[in-house]
């Protein structure tokens, strides 16, 4: 349990990265995380798109906005995973949305990003998850069909510096017993 704490409280965004290459054991270990992660009803609804050629991290780069402080992480990193979720799965009961909060990919591929940057950072490896970007473009340059979405972009590597947590909200800032 307290490795598992430590891996947690350690997990940094990194947003720059040394020019050293991610080991194939290293992602195979990361893909992995993804695959033994829970989801509604087992759906498993996750696509990983693994994007190691520069000219696609630059197409990729620049559906982020110039302000993005991650712009630079995805043609920085040697690897950029692509987390797609496919539609009217995850939440559905035989075709029929069953949740208050319709499809409930985000939540699965929110799970499964979790287990790539607690993974990756077990292995000394950083990652930083990319939301604020042109998903519609995204979607373009990873060829991705009708009925699946890009979710989030996350760049891995070794990490070029070290940096500090940031402020963490007190336990009993956020915890309620019974009612609110």
Request: glycine share 8%; net charge neutral; charged share 25%.
């Amino acid at each position: 349990m307290g490795e598992l704490m430590e891996i947690i409280k350690g997990r940094r965004s990194i947003r720059r990265f040394q020019e050293k290459e991610v080991p194939e054991e290293s992602l195979n270990k990361i893909l992995e995380a993804v695959q033994w992660a829970p989801s509604w009803a087992n759906t498993q609804c996750w696509e990983i798109i693994v994007v190691k050629d520069p000219q696609n991290k630059e197409r990729l780069q620049g559906t982020l906005p110039k302000t993005n402080p991650a712009s630079k992480a995805m043609v920085e990193a040697p690897v950029v995973l692509v987390v797609c979720g496919k539609l009217q799965s995850s939440g559905y009961y035989k075709g029929q949305v069953t949740t208050k909060h319709g499809d409930w990919f985000m939540f699965d591929l929110g799970i499964a990003t979790q287990n790539i940057c607690l993974v990756a950072h077990a292995q000394g490896l950083g990652t930083v998850i990319i939301g604020l970007f042109d998903h519609n473009k995204a979607k373009e340059v990873v060829a991705l069909p009708e009925g699946y979405e890009v979710v989030a972009m996350v760049p891995v590597g070794y990490p070029a510096k070290e940096s500090s947590a940031p402020r963490r909200r007190e336990i009993s800032e956020f915890t309620h017993y019974e009612r609110f």
